[in-house]
């Protein structure tokens, strides 16, 4: 079953330009992580946030976590066209629990 | 190094069939998991092995999955008796040490099964 939904789940933006995606789950986590995914490279770790995070930077990536929402957003600043993939956010209950991961967004950055 | 590689990359098979796929986690790896992704939908777990034993195998969706890792390595999902419905990619992911908290996943590039 799916805990994360993504939100949208397809976005077309032009190179230089923001991509902000959403996620949205449903039970108490420990962490949440995000993954990006494409033909080329398989799917990839980004970036993990504690439930006691707030907001988490990594080079061009920002992403915030509202635990009273149950929800999380990653930013991609000054996206490029190596930026199109899909990504997905996965929640982890305890910490050393299996991944739950979402839908995914679909993310097309234009030259 | 080298990372998680699975085999073979397409596996095409008629229905009723029985296949094997296979994963190499990345060396010195302790903690290896099988995961199931349809087309348009996220990954999901299937099994979770620390060592030699499964740890955790409550994804798995029926007695016709099955999957082992005899030497705390290679693992193998084997699906008996194939049905449409188990076309999808099915990827591995490897961990150091899965007792470590927030220990980071490194997903292989995936197997395509197609039941025909």
């Known amino acids: 079953s799916q805990q994360g939904e993504e939100d949208p789940q397809a976005l077309s933006i032009q190179e230089g330009e923001n991509a902000t995606m959403n996620c949205s789950y449903k039970?108490?986590?420990?962490?949440l992580q995000w993954y990006r995914q494409n033909s080329g490279r398989g799917l990839v770790h980004l970036i993990l946030?504690?439930?006691?995070?707030r907001e988490k930077h990594s080079g061009r990536l920002r992403v915030t976590l509202d635990t009273s929402k149950k929800s999380s957003s990653l930013l991609i600043t000054a996206s490029r066209a190596a930026d199109t993939a899909s990504y997905f956010c996965?929640?982890?209950?305890?910490?050393?629990?299996?991944?739950?991961f979402g839908k995914g967004t679909m993310l097309l950055v234009s030259p | 190094g080298a990372g998680v590689s699975q085999t073979p990359s397409n596996k095409v098979t008629e229905k009723g069939k029985y296949v094997e796929l296979r994963c190499d986690p990345i060396?010195?790896?302790?903690?290896l998991y099988w995961y199931r992704q349809s087309l348009g939908q996220g990954p999901e777990f299937l099994i979770y092995?620390?060592?030699?034993?499964?740890?955790?195998d409550s994804g798995l969706p029926n007695d016709r999955f099955f999957a082992v890792r005899p030497e705390g390595s290679v693992s193998t999902l084997k699906i008996q008796r194939t049905e449409r419905g188990d076309s999808a990619v099915y990827l591995c992911a490897s961990s150091l040490d899965r007792d470590r908290p927030e220990d980071t996943q490194y997903f292989g590039p995936g197997t395509r099964l197609t039941v025909l």
């Open positions: 946030i504690r439930s006691n995070e």
């Open positions: 996965a929640t982890d209950v305890s910490g050393y629990s299996t991944l739950t």
């Open positions: 092995f620390q060592g030699t034993g499964a740890a955790d």
């Open positions: 060396s010195g790896h302790t903690a």
């Open positions: 039970t108490s986590i420990n962490n």
